[in-house]
């Protein structure tokens, strides 16, 4: 993990130094980042060059078509949800699927490419990520390897985008300006992040480790974790009562007996808004709440990633991605909400981690060299 993280921070902070100038103003704040950060993955894992490849061989942006398919999957699973099976296969479904082969076409040709400019030593070995080449040496084929790269960058990318995201807005909405400058907390987080900075000066020479230097950005760390706990998915699971006698539910002291054979919405926030477990305030963003840090680790409670054996398989790879992402713009940029504008309130309508009911417009403003230091 240590050597991919060094590589996703390094991306992260190649990616807003080429689309953010000194002082730029992004109005789809979202958007941004979970562009940044599928890009980023997909030079990381599958390959620096795919994004060009995809480009040159179809003429076309492969973050852009890839977010499409994506959000056309969530808006067609949930209109599905509430259809019959025999009208959502044609009215929802089908179309999706075929987007997605249209997509894992397109895909397989640059993966295809990529391998026959590796084999033919156009290219270097080291142009494959960990995954094309776990994917490669077992025997897949570039179609296959399509499918399921199509599936890795749908699960891993995201959420994380979106719990970074949340994290600055969380930020914002308590202080009118996430600066290194402003005497609060905030610029706790600004401080943690340069010195994470500083210290990645070190990583080549092994003095430094990138883990250990995010556990040491402990506000950055407990925002992240607050901030995942109060947008958890508002339907998180689905479960099938298999024991013959039902299942009991308890519940404000009442008991409820679920039948065999009934289906069960799982909510990941409500238990994240149990004043019994998280206090009076557990509605409020408060990154100093008492064992938020160690709560992570409690998958009957802190319910974001699932638990059993439905748990998330990639939420180490989650929490360093959201934290690297949250430390590459907090290390180099000033960041606030545009006078004429106002954050939206949360909106947890979509089968992610919460989001916002609307656009969300911030300025970032790069900070000089020597404040860094």
């Avoid at 060059?49 to 398919?69: H, I, K, P, T």
């Avoid at 296969?89 to 490419?113: D, E, F, G, Y």
């Avoid at 897949?140 to 890795?152: P, W």
């Avoid at 009911?357 to 000089?368: A, I, M, N, P, T």
Wanted: overall charge negative; aromatic content about 8%; glycine content about 4%.
């Amino acid at each position: 993990m240590c050597e991919y993280g060094k590589n996703l921070f390094n991306l992260m902070r190649t990616y807003l130094r080429e689309n953010i100038n000194e002082h730029a103003r992004v109005d789809d704040f979202m958007l941004f980042i979970r562009c940044c950060i599928l890009t980023v993955m997909t030079q990381a894992f599958i390959s620096t060059s795919l994004v060009d490849l995809y480009y040159e061989l179809n003429g076309s942006n492969f973050a852009r078509e890839f977010m499409e398919f994506q959000d056309e999957v969530e808006n067609a699973t949930a209109s599905a949800a509430v259809l019959p099976l025999w009208l959502a296969k044609p009215v929802c479904l089908w179309k999706v699927a075929s987007h997605r082969k249209v997509l894992v076409t397109k895909l397989a040709s640059s993966i295809q490419k990529l391998w026959t400019a590796v084999d033919t030593g156009v290219m270097g070995k080291n142009e494959e990520g960990i995954w094309l080449r776990a994917m490669r040496s077992d025997g897949h084929s570039a179609e296959e390897a399509a499918e399921l790269c199509v599936g890795l960058l749908f699960a891993a990318h995201k959420n994380a985008a979106i719990a970074a995201f949340q994290t600055i807005l969380f930020i914002l909405e308590h202080e009118s300006t996430v600066s290194s400058s402003n005497d609060s907390w905030t610029s706790m987080v600004s401080t943690e992040a340069v010195n994470f900075l500083c210290r990645s000066e070190q990583w080549s020479h092994g003095a430094s480790s990138i883990l250990d230097d995010l556990e040491a950005c402990e506000m950055i760390t407990k925002m992240v974790i607050e901030t995942l706990r109060l947008t958890a998915h508002s339907i998180g699971a689905v479960r099938k009562v298999l024991s013959p006698n039902g299942w009991v539910l308890k519940s404000d002291g009442k008991s409820y007996v679920i039948p065999c054979g009934s289906y069960v919405g799982v909510s990941h926030i409500v238990p994240h808004l149990d004043s019994d477990r998280w206090g009076s305030s557990c509605a409020e963003f408060d990154p100093n709440r008492a064992g938020l840090r160690e709560s992570v680790k409690d998958r009957l409670h802190f319910t974001t990633f699932s638990y059993g054996v439905h748990q998330c398989p990639g939420y180490n790879l989650a929490l360093v991605a959201t934290r690297l992402m949250v430390v590459a713009i907090l290390a180099e940029y000033d960041i606030h909400v545009p006078s004429d504008k106002n954050i939206p309130p949360m909106c947890f309508k979509r089968a992610t981690l919460a989001q916002r009911d609307g656009l969300c417009s911030v300025v970032f403003e790069r900070r000089k060299e020597s404040t860094l230091k």
